[in-house]
């Protein structure tokens, strides 16, 4: 018997040579982004002719995943040292697009704009640190809130996308930054996750759960209901997927 497969022609292809031992690519409709073994991550554009590089920087640590956030426009990285059994963190990377090699970042905590450290923070290139007190071995993002997840072991935290604009040295200035939101212990360790607007998907070895998240609003509001939005979203977004 003779099975006929239908493949695709790539009449051209872009091969990359300048990088160092790529580890990790991702994609969205406009860019490229491959991660490489030196703690680099460099960005490619996909319209232009010839991909080029269009910008370049450095990351913290090694980068073991790599996630790309349209809504919030952020790069999330889990990274960790190049060492036996070192613990895992994960960084969101802010202003990407103004970076080059070279340029040094800003790291932060989540949840500084809350403090009110915003000072250079709506133009400067900034990693925000999500503070665990666990390694995280699993991490993922809402295409339709930016909103982020992360897990480790048996135990998840939610991370709320959140824009604030102050009033610094007598003028306003916008910035993004991650809240933390709430904790959650499905009773199981985690090895997989996925967020889709109030909908959480967690993935064990031998079970996957799904929660919606149901929050209460303030003056005694009506609870807020998600079932109209997560029709819209799920007409928008077709490859919601649990990795």
Known sequence: MVRVLLCHYFKTQKAFHDLCNPSIVTASKEFLFIATTACYVCVYSL???????????????????????????????????????????????????????????????????????????????????????????????????????????????????????????????????????????????IKGIALCDCYLAMRSQLEIRVIKLVFGQEDNEPIRDCETELKQIVDRERNFTIE
């Open 47 to 189: 319209n232009q002719p010839g991909c080029p590089l269009l910008y370049q920087f450095q990351t913290i640590s090694k980068v073991v995943k790599l996630i790309f956030n349209d809504r919030g426009n952020y790069i999330a990285t889990l990274e960790s040292k190049q060492r036996r059994n070192s613990p895992s963190f994960v960084r969101v990377y802010f202003n990407w697009f103004q970076s080059q090699a070279g340029d040094a970042v800003l790291a932060v905590l989540a949840g500084h704009s809350i403090r009110g450290d915003l000072d250079g923070l709506d133009t400067q290139f900034v990693a925000v640190e999500v503070p665990t007190n666990y390694s995280v071995t699993a991490m993922n993002s809402c295409p339709a809130t930016g909103n982020m997840v992360v897990a480790g072991g048996n135990k998840v935290a939610l991370f709320r996308l959140c824009t604030t604009k102050a009033e610094v040295m007598e003028d306003w200035t916008t910035c993004c930054d991650l809240e933390h939101l709430l904790d959650v212990v499905p009773g199981f360790d």
